[in-house]
């Protein structure tokens, strides 16, 4: 069982930054690709960042790329989601989760979810 607890969110102006984390606990961390969703209000939760563990190779939804950054700090079983460049769009909640499946982009494979945390982006 993997226990993921994210924090960081916020109300962030246009353009502006903001950084999320993700504390995770639980047996076998190790051994899971982890990635970012969101959900904005009335909309399905989509793939935001996908991080290997063990490689911290990266996979970013083109909406992203170029303004988000994910990072893993493997010592103290943390994830990041460095947020750039801020858009109105992106305000949504931002979900942590790790699964089994290498480089998934689908929520369905993904195991372990946390609470979420809000992001407001306001313009």
């Known amino acids: ?7 960081g969110g ?3 102006q246009a353009g502006g930054s ?3 984390s993700c504390a995770a606990s639980g047996r076998a961390f190790s051994n899971y690709f982890c990635g970012w969703f969101r959900q904005a209000p009335g909309k ?10 063990s490689s911290s ?5 083109n909406s992203v ?15 990041f989601l460095l947020m ?14 790790c699964g089994s499946v290498y480089a998934s982009r689908r929520r369905q494979e993904y195991n372990y979810w946390g609470q979420g945390t809000q992001v407001t982006v306001s313009s």
């Open 1 to 7: 069982q993997v226990q993921l607890v994210e924090s």
């Open 10 to 12: 916020g109300l962030v």
């Open 18 to 20: 903001a950084r999320l």
């Open 44 to 53: 399905e939760r989509t793939f935001v960042a996908g991080i290997s563990r």
């Open 57 to 61: 190779s990266t996979d970013y939804a």
């Open 65 to 79: 790329k170029g303004r988000f950054t994910a990072s893993t700090d493997n010592a103290k079983n943390t994830l």
């Open 84 to 97: 750039n460049s801020l858009k109105s769009e992106d305000t949504a909640i931002y979900y942590c989760a």
